[in-house]
């Protein structure tokens, strides 16, 4: 009984090394795994499996590339396959899945490029001789077209990630081919797809060709999202360098100018907010947007008589510009204190009354300035409230003061 019971402790112990021992199978040799594909392409079935096998043997020990780049060609083949049978059920008529038909043609392309890749490694002496490049191509171009369609579907179904692989691939993986009139269209939509998803390193990296191939209104929309790319990536010098570019290339394009000069305005680089604005007067000439951004450079810097003149140089152009005329009066505002802080507060000396109606005369200048901010931005109370209730209280201009108190209290 004792022997028994040993035995029956030991052999769990002991099992596992005798199955340790037994000899692994032999992996099926890569002609059988070939002929399994060709067998799978003939037939039209079993294209998944035949796959799956030749590319598990892509990890064996003393593989040549030659034989890998037969492999990953072979694999192109069996994804083809797979596609020319969804094909075939929406030729008759029959329930297909459409993402899978184009998924299939996007693995295939997958499989070529990857083909490609290692037809082109150097041998030991340094050569490159490929000799798949004509197979790759010939499989490519047949299928080129709906690669832009899978990329059309899923654009029209708002799946912009899926879309950004599908113009990505027809806009890159393309080897000493004419540049055919689809392009233009690949690299725009690779550009805009890439930016949705935030993906903005594929932005950066399409922007420049689809501007190339683009009229000037699309290109400088093109440029603006490279800018926005690399705004969110906070690459102030690819930023920079494309915000200049663009304020040259496209001056009627103002996202260019507002970002670039508000971009000076906020490194308080002043001198050059106001070089870029005479720049541009002298390029695109006179526009209300580069003569108010000189008004805004100059309120910065307390300059206020220049901040006026350039606000109203602005407002002449355009005269609905609130900005123009908060800036002025701002401007006004910010000159009626300093003057009324520095006015003789003796009733009894001369300079009073002239210091006075000086300030008040300011007060009354911002005044209008001020509610004309209020007219064209009603909604932006906290521009507008609280340096009218100043004027107000100053200008003793009560029927509007209780009304302003109200608004800054929250009272209706």
């Known amino acids: 009984m004792k022997w028994f019971l040993l035995l029956a402790f030991l ?21 059988s795994l070939r002929k399994t594909a060709k067998t799978a392409l003939k037939n039209r079935s079993n294209q998944d499996a035949a796959r799956n096998g030749l590319l598990g043997a892509l990890s064996r020990d003393g593989l040549k590339n030659k034989q890998r780049a037969d492999i990953y060609y072979i694999a192109a083949l069996l994804e083809e396959s797979l596609n020319g049978v969804e094909n075939q059920k ?3 008529k029959q329930s297909f899945d459409t993402a899978r038909f184009f998924n299939k043609l996007s693995d295939m392309y997958a499989q070529l490029r990857l083909c490609d890749s290692v037809d082109l490694v150097p041998d030991v002496n340094g050569r490159v001789r490929p000799r798949m490049q004509k197979k790759t191509r010939s499989l490519r171009l047949k299928h080129r077209r ?44 690779a550009t805009l797809t890439a930016f949705q998803v935030e993906n903005y390193l594929g932005t950066i990296k399409h922007a420049d060709e689809a501007i190339a191939y683009s009229d000037s209104s699309t290109s400088a929309i093109l440029l603006e999202y490279k800018a926005r790319a690399y705004a969110q990536m906070k ?15 496209y001056p009627e394009h103002d996202y260019f100018f507002v970002h670039l000069a508000d971009w000076y305005h906020e490194q308080r680089q002043f001198a050059e907010e106001r070089k870029l604005a005479d720049e541009l007067v002298a390029a695109a000439g006179g526009r209300a947007i580069y003569y108010y951004a000189k008004s805004k450079s100059y309120l910065a810097e307390n ?23 908060y800036n002025k009066g701002i401007a006004y505002l ?16 001369s300079r009073y009354a002239t210091d006075k109606e000086r300030t008040l005369d300011l007060y ?20 507008w409230a609280s340096p009218l209730y100043r004027i107000y209280l100053n200008l003793n201009s009560g029927e509007e003061f209780v009304e302003i108190d109200r608004i800054l209290n929250g009272q209706k």
Do not use: W
């Not at 021992?21 to 099926?28: A, G, I, L, T, W």
């Open 11 to 31: 052999l769990p112990v002991c099992q596992p090394l005798y199955s340790a021992d037994k000899k692994q199978p032999k992996p099926e040799k890569l002609s």
């Open 90 to 92: 929406a030729y008759l």
């Open 146 to 189: 709906n690669i832009l369609g899978g990329g059309k579907f899923f654009l029209a179904k708002q799946n912009f990630a899926a879309a950004y692989l599908f113009f990505d691939l027809y806009s890159t993986y393309r080897y000493d081919e004419p540049v055919d009139s689809l392009l233009r269209q690949a690299v725009c939509l």
């Open 334 to 349: 910010n000159m009626a204190i300093i003057s009324q802080e520095n006015s003789c507060k003796d009733v009894n000396d």
């Open 364 to 383: 009354r200048k911002a005044r209008p300035c001020m509610e004309m901010v209020r007219r064209l931005q009603p909604e932006k109370q906290d521009r």
């Open 235 to 249: 690459d102030n010098d690819g930023l920079l360098a494309t915000l200049k570019r663009g304020v040259h290339e």
């Open 303 to 325: 300059d206020y008589e220049s901040c006026i003149a350039y606000a109203d140089s602005a407002i002449a152009l355009q005269p609905d510009y609130a900005d123009a005329y």
